[in-house]
């Protein structure tokens, strides 16, 4: 009809609203979004709950309110169908019975029969799709968090990349996917309401259970892929597939690890640990974990690089079971009969004996690395100058610092080269401070442009000791607060100790004597301790400064405190030292 009108007049403009386009000539399509949650939807619900339940009072559950929108989409209709509800229910009470939103959102609105309810509005929608497009919406309510192209084409089992495409082109004219291309590559999504309905004709069709199976192999099948993204140049990507995919990794982890497909699961926990542990979210731990059991019932190959992730639990303050871990890891890799922990990973699993104060054992479990591998291996040998040097071999690690620089510009891994200059840094600080500071500088700055928050986060902690040593004390409080934050935000509770030292060393240079001794409650961290040797001459000064009597009293209130309690603490104190450095300036 619009065909026809816009035919015989020059004049005429139309304006109508659709599911889809019209695909006529000169037709300018304009999406309209969901509601905004914020604003838009939540004056949607407050007006619409004023009109049926003028008696009820939303002033105490603004929260409650704008999670009912967020998790509703922004749907209108679904938040008219709502508010209705407050006539006999709570907001609090439609809020906790949302996940059965489709028996929940029905009423009595006039009109047309599909404006009634909810399940009415999507089913009429739904009903018009062609069968393959039925069917491959249907598949695709399995992914958590959106898709991509290839994730569609697994679990729709087809061989056919642009047929798949076709389906999905048809289904975001027809407003059922969502494509976001703001990354620059499309990413596919469902509304958490049309995903649900999709996922009941699944369920419904009785293919559920073979879909969530191709969605878990599909995962799994990424690792090799995923992996080899990530070493190399291009090691962000690798790192922002991770985190796009997190939800997905963890549905599909759950799925596999439920109905005992080990090899599929423990594909998914080692390498979503690996990434994982790098850009500090430590979830994928507990996944390695949870598999170690009945990998180990079963001698599975993969139970060396599941000890090794779950030994990352370290981080968390579990000291005795990350060191049981790995041990147990190293103690299978000598075997011969597992598969070996990827990327010098034996190395790297040295690390978790500073956790207990124990560098004398990192040292070990890199010799045996190096003497058992004959080669180059970059980041053993940094890992070999870094133990060293938290055992006070400082000659020896200075000698195995040498090549690191060479090293560092060898590789096209970031990582590598980020831990290489980390490592020489480390060893480097007392001999040659400028060096060292500038290695931190450069490793900190690969670290930020590859993704890696944990050596990120590592190189800000040993700024803030290089340059609180000779001085720089504005940069020192910078970077303490990187660290701080970062160690406390991600749960790395006992790495976090070490920031902490380093703060209270820097406080104590600066002259806030009391808040150095509160701080310097730390040192009872072995992790602290072994890293931050200088603290022993910190705590001494201000035993002289303030006297024994008083020191113990304020180790005592910082002993006190919780994790979150000295986090907060630490930035209060950052604060009042840079003001006092402002007014010195001033003055």
Not at 15 to 40: F, K
Not at 72 to 92: C, H, K, N, Q, Y
Request: aromatic share 8%; proline share 2%.
């Amino acid at each position: 009809m619009i065909e026809a009108i816009l035919a015989y007049s020059g004049t005429v403009k139309i304006v109508a609203t659709s599911r889809e386009g019209l695909r006529l000539n000169d037709e300018q399509l304009w999406p309209v979004p969901s509601l905004d949650i914020n604003s838009s939807a939540a004056k949607l619900f407050v007006e619409r709950a004023s009109a049926v339940a003028p008696a009820a009072s939303l002033d105490s559950d603004t929260d409650a309110v704008t999670e009912i929108c967020r998790r509703l989409d922004g749907i209108p209709l679904a938040i008219e169908l709502a508010a209705s509800r407050l006539l006999s229910m709570t907001v609090i009470d439609i809020r906790d019975l949302l996940d059965d939103r489709f028996r929940l959102l029905v009423g009595s609105r006039r009109g047309l029969e599909r404006h009634q309810t909810l399940h009415h509005a999507v089913q009429w929608s739904y009903d018009l799709l062609a069968d393959d497009e039925k069917a491959l919406l249907n598949r695709c309510s399995v992914f958590a968090g959106g898709f991509d192209l290839a994730g569609a084409q697994a679990v729709a089992g087809s061989g056919d990349k642009f047929a798949t495409l076709d389906l999905l082109d048809a289904l975001v004219r027809k407003s059922l996917v969502v494509a976001d291309q703001s990354s620059g590559r499309t990413r596919f999504s469902m509304l958490e309401t049309i995903r649900q309905f999709a996922e009941e004709q699944l369920v419904h069709a009785g293919q559920a259970s073979d879909t969530r199976t191709a969605h878990a192999h599909y995962f799994a099948e990424r690792e090799a892929d995923v992996l080899a993204l990530w070493d190399g140049p291009r090691q962000r990507d690798a790192y922002g597939w991770f985190t796009d995919e997190l939800a997905n990794l963890r549905v599909a982890f759950r799925w596999a690890a439920d109905h005992d497909d080990l090899d599929t699961a423990a594909a998914i926990a080692v390498y979503a640990a690996f990434l994982g542990t790098r850009v500090e979210q430590y979830e994928p731990v507990a996944w390695a974990e949870e598999l170690i059991e009945p990998a180990r019932t079963v001698k599975h190959r993969r139970l060396a690089q599941l000890y090794s992730m779950a030994a990352q639990c370290y981080a968390a303050g579990r000291s005795g079971d990350a060191v049981r871990y790995a041990d147990a890891a190293l103690g299978i890799i000598e075997s011969g009969h597992f598969d070996a922990i990827p990327y010098e990973g034996e190395a790297w699993l040295g690390r978790v004996y500073l956790s207990q104060g124990r560098p004398d054992r990192f040292v070990e479990v890199c010799r045996n690395m190096v003497a058992r591998h004959r080669g180059t291996y970059s980041f053993a040998y940094a890992c070999l100058t870094l133990a060293l040097t938290t055992t006070g071999a400082r000659n020896e690690a200075l000698a195995a610092s040498k090549e690191l620089l060479a090293a560092a510009d060898a590789t096209d891994n970031p990582e590598v080269a980020s831990y290489t200059l980390l490592a020489y840094g480390i060893a480097q600080r007392d001999v040659a401070p400028s060096s060292a500071y500038d290695a931190h500088r450069r490793g900190l700055k690969i670290a930020q442009d590859s993704g890696n928050r944990q050596l990120e986060t590592f190189h800000a902690g040993n700024l803030s000791r290089v340059a609180a040593f000779h001085g720089e004390a504005g940069d020192a409080l910078d970077y303490a607060t990187l660290a701080i934050r970062r160690f406390y935000n991600s749960g790395s509770f006992s790495v976090v100790a070490s920031a902490f030292a380093v703060l209270a060393g820097l406080l104590d240079r600066l002259g806030h004597y009391e808040a150095a001794a509160t701080m310097s409650a730390s040192g009872a961290n072995p992790f602290a301790r072994t890293t931050y040797p200088e603290l022993e001459g910190a705590i001494a000064h201000l035993r002289e400064v303030l006297g024994d009597e008083t020191y113990e009293t304020l180790v005592s209130a910082g002993e006190s405190m919780t994790s979150a309690a000295m986090a907060t603490y630490a930035f209060e104190q950052i604060e009042l030292a840079r003001a006092s450095l402002l007014h010195v300036g001033d003055s």
